[in-house]
């Protein structure tokens, strides 16, 4: 099991809108550069195909993150001044470097 891959795929959901919908798009190869063991790999991708929010935030609390912070720290969290960067092409800085989740802890699928 890695601990630290499951964090940087949380983290990454946390901090980028766009990484639920490629995740719902082809999870496996999208999870596939965090080392997860199967079951973390499962669990992600069940609850991303099922939308279901509350066990997403149930997983990173488990790992000691603080799912309402409006950005999570630590390693492989992506900067502020990134997620400005990383706007869907054509887009360049108009989109928008809010977390994934809402001041409520609510994924906000894109």
């Given at each position: 099991m890695s601990e630290r891959g499951f964090?940087?795929?949380?983290?990454r959901f946390h901090d980028d809108p766009?990484?639920?919908d490629r995740v719902k798009d082809d999870p496996q190869s999208t999870l596939g550069i965090y080392d997860l063991d199967e079951d973390q790999c499962d669990a992600l991708i069940?609850?991303?195909?099922?939308?279901?929010?509350?066990?997403?935030?149930?997983?990173?609390?488990?790992?000691g993150m603080d799912w309402r912070a409006s950005h999570v720290s630590g390693v492989g969290a992506l900067p502020d001044e990134e997620t400005v960067k990383?706007?869907?092409?054509?887009q360049g800085n108009a989109y928008n470097p809010a977390p994934?989740?809402?001041?409520?802890?609510?994924l906000r699928p894109t």
């Open positions: 964090i940087l795929a949380l983290q766009g990484f639920f069940d609850a991303v195909v099922h939308n279901d929010n509350e066990e997403i935030v149930k997983m990173a609390s488990a790992v990383r706007g869907p092409s054509g994934a989740s809402d001041s409520s802890g609510e």
